[in-house]
């Protein structure tokens, strides 16, 4: 189990949580198994000779990477994707290493040997998200909280050190550079001796920071075997009628059209066909792809999502060669709500769109005459740009992930200072990973993630399922989930890659509705339908759970403008109604309103116990166990009838309250 080490400063409300797996002392312990390739940060210098004495240095420690650059692309666009900006120095470089370049421009498709390259940015505007402090936007995107780091960005912002810490969430700061983990081959001689390395890359000027380059697990589905699967059930893996309903209700109450909300899908990449999804389309490129990087961030023709590979240009297309190359599209399709209703995707069009982000690395090896080799891998450090690339302005709200490792591998520190929330595939190891931790789902900084297992059609977690009470935020369904394949199929998979886009859904139609991210989070946690028997029992050979016991239920969640109640009818069976709850809740000897203090209200009538969620004064939400007042009534008046009537609380189940009225 990972342990970290915090450190207080008091000036910008800064906490320094160093997870060993990120700082030199582990990169040391770790490198020789890392195959020779680590991921190094470097900040600019204030001198030209500096600069150059750093692209020096990296050439003499690192490796030359072979790239297939195709015919068109200029040497400054090649420069930004492998340097962050226009460095002249290594474009002199590349010319020196590449005999066969002349001019500015590639003019056929060749294999280049670029040279390393320190990499960093031009600055750009951050917001500090709510929740957030200054602090975690300078370590993601700078890496460094130091003197000399706090004084460039008080004179970007033409004020004093002093009044950073007055700068709050909310607020845009301007950076005055952008820097992030690159990865760079060693060469053989510095291989064997982790020590040596990093003597040497403390003499690169602008040094930061240095960690292993690791392999991600793509969070793959499983059998069928694995899965009880759904039978006779209709409204799986949710209510489509019923969500159509809410949503068309929505459009009534609410005085605006619906926001649009992106969700980054950083997997494995696209039929370059695809043409079902509703992709983001970055308007500051040129429409037709031209080689040319024409909003400068590094990525060339990123018109319609990225490769994290900088090396590859164009549309995050999938690789044929890749085996799980349906993963991406599977994905896709569920966060847009499976795409397999007509009348649903209407009202999803003018709600959510996705940021295609392709993680995948493919490598070609050939060891003298014999036959290359191709594999594949997901680095920590693509993942890492993803976070990066998911932040540029304009920020996406959520970012859906199905990846996972032993290590936090930098993760933390993205965490910390992302602006969207971040769904995560809780992982099909069949673990507890509260003790066997899985990053990014154990991740600490919890306050812009939710970590997702897969429940079957039984109600219960999967068989393959990872499940903790606290690492693990809720269930949602993930057997036999229906969504699009590439070459325009469909298909039905199974794993917690399956049920974290539903939750990463749910999330952005609520962001259409007007929440924050920090309202979205509250909002799907206290919307579950909580089942203890099943996903509350943590303990024995059966034992597994999760933090809310509950499973999603994207309706309950979605009637953001109506209180729902659940009730227990006469014949014992439970009815689901929505409308207006008229008077306060007595819990406990106090009446809470359901306007402004009550957020749930649970009850379970054979056991007679109930559980109260309530706004503190500092808005936060607290849940605790209450005593329910039976004689109690709750006036209600259930949509399209006339009249309030009353329902006593003994047959009350439960109490979810609007979020708008």
């Known amino acids: 189990m990972s342990r970290r080490r915090c450190v207080y400063r008091a000036m910008f409300n800064i906490a320094l949580c160093f997870v060993p797996v990120t700082v030199a002392s582990q990169a040391k312990r770790?490198?020789?198994?890392?195959?020779?390739?680590?991921?190094?940060?470097?900040?600019?210098?204030?001198?030209?000779?500096?600069?150059?004495?750093?692209?020096m240095l990296l050439m003499r420690f690192f490796e030359p990477e072979s790239v297939l650059v195709e015919a068109g692309t200029?040497?400054?666009?090649?420069?930004?994707?492998?340097?962050?900006?226009?460095?002249?120095?290594?474009?002199?470089?590349?010319?020196?290493?590449?005999?066969?370049?002349?001019?500015?421009?590639?003019?056929?498709?060749?294999?280049?040997?670029?040279?390393?390259?320190?990499?960093w940015g031009r600055g750009e505007r951050v917001e500090v998200p709510k929740g957030g402090v200054l602090g975690h936007q300078l370590l993601l995107h700078m890496g460094s909280l130091g003197r000399k780091t706090l004084a460039k960005v008080a004179t970007a912002n033409g004020r004093s050190v002093a009044s950073l810490n007055d700068v709050k969430p909310g607020d845009v700061v301007k950076l005055p550079y952008i820097t992030a983990f690159n990865a760079y081959t060693l060469k053989p001689e510095y291989r064997g001796d982790p020590n040596r390395v990093t003597a040497a890359l403390k003499q690169v000027p602008g040094y930061t920071a240095e960690m292993p380059q690791r392999g991600l697990t793509l969070i793959v589905a499983t059998s069928d075997s694995d899965c009880v699967a759904p039978t006779g059930v209709s409204e799986w893996p949710f209510a489509t009628d019923k969500l159509v309903k809410v949503l068309e209700y929505n459009n009534t109450k609410r005085s605006r059209s619906p926001r649009m909300a992106v969700i980054a899908v950083a997997d494995t990449g696209l039929d370059i066909n695809e043409d079902r999804l509703f992709l983001r389309i970055n308007d500051r490129e040129n429409p037709v792809p031209n080689n040319i990087d024409d909003d400068e961030n590094g990525y060339i023709d990123d018109i319609k999502g990225a490769n994290m590979d900088r090396s590859v240009t164009g549309f995050p297309a999938l690789n044929d060669g890749y085996l799980n190359k349906e993963h991406g599209s599977h994905v896709s399709g569920i966060a847009l709500g499976g795409l397999s209703s007509d009348e649903l995707n209407k009202l999803v069009k003018e709600r959510i769109q996705l940021l295609e982000l392709n993680l995948v690395r493919k490598d070609v090896h050939q060891i003298?005459?014999?036959?290359?080799?191709?594999?594949?891998?997901?680095?920590?450090?693509?993942?890492?740009?993803?976070?990066?690339?998911a932040s540029q302005d304009p920020p996406v709200q959520i970012i859906n992930?199905?990846?996972?490792?032993?290590?936090?591998?930098?993760?933390?520190?993205?965490?910390?200072?992302t602006s969207s929330l971040v769904v995560a595939a809780a992982g099909n190891d069949g673990l507890n990973v509260d003790e066997d931790e899985r990053y990014p789902a154990a991740a600490k900084k919890r306050d812009r993630l939710i970590t997702v297992a897969a429940y079957d059609g039984s109600g219960s977690l999967a068989e393959f399922s990872n499940w903790?009470?606290?690492?693990?935020?809720?269930?949602?369904?993930?057997?036999?989930?229906?969504?699009?394949?590439?070459?325009?199929?469909?298909?039905?998979?199974?794993?917690?890659?399956?049920?974290?886009?539903?939750?990463?859904?749910?999330?952005?139609?609520?962001?259409?509705?007007?929440?924050?991210?920090?309202?979205?989070?509250?909002?799907?946690?206290?919307?579950?339908?909580?089942?203890?028997?099943?996903?509350?029992?943590?303990?024995?050979?059966?034992?597994?759970?999760?933090?809310?016991?509950?499973?999603?239920?994207?309706?309950?969640?979605?009637?953001?403008?109506?209180?729902v109640i659940v009730i227990r009818k006469p014949d014992g069976t439970q009815a689901v109604l929505s409308g207006r709850v008229r008077n306060c809740i007595q819990v406990d000897g106090h009446c809470y309103d359901v306007r402004t203090e009550l957020k749930r209200?649970?009850?379970?009538?054979?056991?007679?116990?109930?559980?109260?969620?309530?706004?503190?004064?500092?808005?936060?939400?607290?849940?605790?166990?209450?005593?329910?007042?039976?004689?109690?009534?709750?006036?209600?008046?259930?949509?399209?009838?006339?009249?309030?009537?009353?329902?006593?609380?003994?047959?009350?189940v439960d109490v979810v309250p609007a979020v708008f009225r």
């Open 368 to 389: 003298g005459l014999s036959e290359p080799s191709t594999t594949f891998s997901i680095p920590n450090n693509y993942l890492l740009d993803a976070f990066r690339y």
């Open 401 to 417: 992930l199905s990846v996972e490792d032993e290590e936090s591998s930098g993760l933390e520190e993205a965490l910390a200072g």
């Open 30 to 55: 770790e490198m020789p198994n890392a195959i020779g390739r680590i991921l190094v940060r470097v900040h600019p210098v204030n001198s030209a000779e500096g600069n150059k004495k750093a692209l």
């Open 74 to 119: 200029s040497l400054t666009d090649l420069s930004r994707s492998h340097c962050g900006r226009v460095d002249e120095n290594w474009i002199e470089a590349v010319l020196r290493s590449n005999r066969t370049v002349t001019g500015q421009n590639i003019r056929e498709t060749m294999t280049l040997n670029l040279p390393p390259c320190p990499f």
């Open 468 to 563: 903790g009470i606290i690492n693990v935020d809720l269930a949602a369904p993930g057997c036999q989930i229906d969504s699009i394949l590439p070459g325009g199929r469909r298909g039905r998979l199974n794993g917690t890659s399956q049920a974290a886009p539903l939750v990463a859904f749910t999330a952005a139609l609520l962001y259409s509705e007007g929440l924050t991210i920090p309202q979205i989070k509250n909002r799907i946690l206290l919307t579950t339908e909580i089942d203890h028997p099943k996903l509350g029992t943590c303990s024995g050979a059966a034992g597994h759970c999760v933090a809310t016991e509950g499973r999603l239920d994207i309706v309950k969640a979605l009637s953001v403008y109506q209180d």
């Open 601 to 652: 209200l649970v009850h379970d009538l054979d056991t007679e116990e109930g559980r109260v969620w309530v706004k503190s004064r500092a808005n936060e939400t607290h849940g605790r166990p209450c005593k329910i007042d039976a004689t109690a009534l709750v006036e209600f008046q259930e949509a399209g009838s006339p009249q309030f009537q009353p329902i006593p609380m003994a047959d009350v």
